[in-house]
């Protein structure tokens, strides 16, 4: 089975800190992606990656960063975070190239900005 | 915005066979529809996709109309752990993103 590990289930920062969000995958995946989840408002995409080193900015992306030095692993980064930053945050890998094949989720990370 | 409509809650009682519609009826050639499921607190869980013929899998089943116009999920019998919200997506997008719209509410009563 395809396994999307997020690095915390639940996390709490201040306003201000630099968070890091990982989010490994064991699949071999070309594409990655970082949606938050937020009431009413459903998935947004903020960022996504389809080759180490590239990015792309999904609909959302004011006020983070991404990084994907390795294949298997994509970091979302809050450069200074804001308490509108609080949410669930959800990574997803899946494969390259092929429009067919579908994405796979990991369990999401809670963050709450104090 | 989302290219799909779904009711917004059902019911269904254990044991009975879960019926979820969907409408994605500017559904273009090459897009798949697909089913995930997003139990409380949880990351959406993949069941199934497919583009125009009828899928099945160990979870669920998917009928697409021949027009392409529709879909409806398929659990045969469910129990209470399919308590959760079900999302229909239609993507064929060359970025790959998931578009996720409010999704139905699906709860299974005893």
């Known amino acids: 089975d395809v396994k999307v590990t997020q690095s915390s289930r639940y996390l709490v920062k201040r306003t201000g800190e630099k968070v890091f969000l990982e989010c490994v995958q064991d699949?071999?995946?070309?594409?990655m992606f970082w949606y938050r989840q937020d009431p009413g408002l459903g998935l947004r995409l903020i960022y996504f990656?389809?080759?180490?080193?590239?990015?792309e900015k999904g609909d959302i992306p004011e006020g983070y960063s991404v990084s994907r030095e390795k294949k298997e692993r994509f970091s979302l980064i809050l450069e200074s975070a804001s308490t509108n930053q609080t949410s669930m945050y959800l990574c997803?890998?899946?494969?390259?190239?092929?429009?067919?094949?579908?994405?796979?989720f990991g369990d999401g990370t809670r963050l709450s900005i104090l | 915005d989302a290219k799909t409509t779904q009711p917004p809650s059902m019911d269904c009682a254990e044991g009975r066979a879960a019926n979820l519609p969907c409408n994605h009826s500017t559904i273009s050639g090459n897009e798949y529809v697909y089913w995930y499921r997003q139990i409380h607190s949880q990351g959406p869980q993949y069941i199934i996709h497919?583009?125009?013929n009828n899928e099945t899998n160990e979870m669920a089943s998917l009928i697409i109309t021949e027009d392409r116009k529709s879909s409806t999920l398929i659990l045969p019998h469910a129990t209470l752990r399919d308590t959760a919200v079900y999302y229909c997506i239609v993507s064929g997008t060359s970025q790959g993103n998931l578009i996720f719209g409010k999704g139905t509410k699906l709860s299974v009563k005893p």
């Open positions: 497919g583009l125009k």
């Open positions: 997803a890998s899946g494969p390259g190239g092929r429009l067919n094949q579908p994405q796979h």
């Open positions: 699949m071999d995946h070309e594409n």
């Open positions: 990656s389809y080759d180490v080193k590239m990015k």
